[in-house]
């Protein structure tokens, strides 16, 4: 066995057996290891942009890593934005970045590069492969790190000689610690300070933003009257008929001020406190309300659901959740706004769906459209780096081929990443994408006026302007593979999204929306 065989056949093992690639000369003999070990899965992205997040988007949906294949320094670099989104979601991701040969690195060839110092920037785990005979045992550790609660990106750089060398030696995985319990004097706490009769918000994120944290959290309000949010881009969020339905934490200041006011203790279940997504002139960067108290129940790294679930039987016995029941929007007319788009969403989205939501602007409404349809997963942008959401939503139909992945997405986000599209059209993969043509940077019309940048004229104007040339999505979509459809009304939208979530394989909606900023 050579190193790269010993390699993927470790991965294979560990259970990590997709990997999104886009590599190079120094990488071929993981390529053709491919062939050997025939349980790994390769697909091909066509930007490390594509490869990275799909590796997030794939990781969420199966709660187990993907590997991803770079192609030395700028090939990961290429990729940093959608690792930046999978470490700030705590996704697990095993990279493997090809080196020069060790004997080469000394004629600083023209790919050579700190590949050390790009990964350091993801604060996980970087390991250099010295020898062949320890890739197999690197593997693991990698595979062992990035599953290490609540998960990291593990980075592994592997020299073209110590995947090619003869000698390579599969490891079997490491066992895994998983999420660290909760100390029960600390439910005990949080449980006093739920019963102390002063104004108390619940904030979960994480792995509690599933089913068994959400029921607990609605259980826990429902006793105590406490009020309850889930984090402002949570990494997966189920929601839905049959579930409780917990409002998310806002994204502007403004919002999150509103809902925390009046608040005194501040309990966080696997997040963090509110902070101000940017610092704004003369405003609170920290959101607590002043004067509030914050208590953690579950830090990043514990079991956050089983500590609401002890917190509920400690205050909410006999107390049940309250769940959502069935509400869809009725089905719009005319064309298309900021509601009547996310009403024919609402009004359609298939069963078990899973939504990549990179919506932008455009899709403010979407959650209360949304809150009473079929079961399904939402999947945010967690790292704020857009250009995530045709990336994700790829990932994610390579990790639950039987389920529709809808995938919402702005047209300017879109464009960083579009090639993914060729992707899904290559992997015949079942993602419907709306693609939400504004024609503007419209979030940044509106931050242009609340960061007090005075003065700013048709200059400032025409950087944030997709007008002109108009660009043309179905075109764009056809050229990589994927049917497309253009709708400028609600009744064009619903027949084309109904036609395409029945139909399988990729396909694109560009649909015409004004911008609302
Ligand atoms: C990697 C990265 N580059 C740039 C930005 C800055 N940025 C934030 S929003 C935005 C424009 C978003 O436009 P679009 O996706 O069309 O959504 P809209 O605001 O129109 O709803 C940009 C460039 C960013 N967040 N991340």
């Given at each position: 066995m050579n190193g790269a065989q010993s390699l993927i056949r470790t991965l294979v093992d560990a259970g990590v057996d997709v990997c999104f690639s886009n590599p190079g000369t120094s990488e071929m003999h993981f390529v053709a290891a491919l062939d050997s070990v025939p349980e790994m899965r390769g697909v091909v992205g066509l930007f490390e942009g594509v490869v990275t997040g799909a590796a997030d988007g794939y990781a969420r949906m199966a709660d187990k890593p993907a590997a991803t294949l770079l192609h030395l320094g700028p090939g990961l670099g290429n990729g940093l934005a959608n690792l930046h989104n999978a470490r700030r979601a705590n996704t697990p991701v095993v990279n493997i970045i090809g080196d020069h040969a060790s004997y080469h690195k000394q004629y600083d060839a023209p790919l050579e590069s700190d590949i050390e110092s790009v990964a350091s920037s993801l604060n996980g785990w970087v390991k250099r492969s010295e020898s062949t005979a320890e890739v197999g045992a690197d593997a693991a550790a990698a595979v062992a790190a990035a599953q290490d609660a609540p998960g990291r990106i593990a980075t592994l750089i592997l020299p073209a000689d110590v995947s090619w060398g003869d000698?390579?030696?599969?490891?079997?995985?490491?066992?895994?610690?998983?999420?660290?319990?909760?100390?029960?004097?600390?439910?005990?706490?949080?449980?006093?300070?739920?019963?102390?009769?002063?104004?108390?918000?619940?904030?979960?994120?994480?792995?509690?933003?599933?089913?068994?944290?959400?029921?607990?959290?609605?259980?826990?309000?429902?006793?105590?009257?406490?009020?309850?949010?889930?984090?402002?881009?949570?990494?997966?969020?189920?929601?839905?008929?049959?579930?409780?339905?917990?409002?998310?934490?806002?994204?502007?200041?403004?919002?999150?001020?509103?809902?925390?006011?009046?608040?005194?203790?501040?309990?966080?279940?696997?997040?963090?406190?509110?902070?101000?997504?940017?610092?704004?002139?003369?405003?609170?960067?920290?959101?607590?309300?002043?004067?509030?108290?914050?208590?953690?129940?579950?830090?990043?790294?514990?079991?956050?659901?089983?500590?609401?679930?002890?917190?509920?039987?400690?205050?909410?016995?006999?107390?049940?959740?309250?769940?959502?029941?069935?509400?869809?929007?009725?089905?719009?007319?005319?064309?298309?706004?900021?509601?009547?788009?996310?009403?024919?969403?609402?009004?359609?989205?298939?069963?078990?769906?899973?939504?990549?939501?990179?919506?932008?602007?455009?899709?403010?409404l979407l959650p209360a459209a949304t809150a009473g349809a079929p079961r399904h997963d939402v999947l945010t942008l967690t790292g704020g780096a857009i250009g995530y959401g045709i990336p994700v939503a790829t990932g994610a139909a390579i990790a639950a081929p039987d389920r529709p992945v809808i995938n919402l997405q702005s047209d300017g986000s879109a464009l960083y990443t579009i090639s993914g599209l060729w992707t899904q059209a290559h992997e015949n993969l079942n993602v419907t994408t709306v693609l939400l043509n504004n024609r503007a940077y419209a979030i940044l019309r509106l931050e242009l006026q609340r960061v007090g940048a005075e003065g700013s004229g048709p200059k400032a104007k025409a950087l944030l302007d997709l007008s002109g040339p108009d660009m043309d999505f179905v075109k764009i979509a056809e050229g990589l593979g994927v049917p497309a459809t253009r709708a400028t009304t609600a009744e064009e939208l619903a027949e084309q999204f109904a036609r395409a979530i029945a139909e399988p394989g990729p396909h694109l909606i560009d649909a015409i929306v004004p911008p609302l900023f």
């Open positions: 000698g390579g030696k599969a490891a079997a995985p490491a066992t895994l610690p998983g999420a660290k319990a909760v100390e029960g004097s600390t439910v005990q706490a949080i449980a006093d300070v739920l019963r102390s009769g002063e104004s108390v918000a619940l904030l979960i994120g994480g792995r509690a933003c599933r089913e068994a944290g959400l029921r607990a959290t609605s259980r826990i309000t429902g006793a105590t009257g406490a009020k309850a949010f889930v984090e402002t881009f949570p990494s997966r969020l189920e929601r839905g008929e049959g579930l409780p339905t917990i409002e998310r934490l806002g994204y502007l200041a403004e919002q999150v001020t509103y809902q925390l006011d009046g608040v005194k203790h501040v309990i966080v279940a696997g997040t963090r406190a509110p902070v101000s997504f940017f610092a704004y002139p003369g405003k609170a960067s920290d959101l607590v309300p002043e004067g509030a108290k914050v208590h953690v129940l579950a830090e990043l790294d514990e079991d956050a659901t089983s500590a609401l679930t002890e917190l509920a039987e400690l205050v909410a016995a006999g107390t049940d959740p309250v769940l959502q029941q069935a509400a869809r929007p009725a089905l719009p007319t005319g064309a298309l706004t900021a509601q009547n788009w996310v009403d024919v969403i609402g009004n359609l989205l298939p069963d078990n769906a899973i939504i990549a939501d990179e919506a932008n602007t455009s899709g403010v």
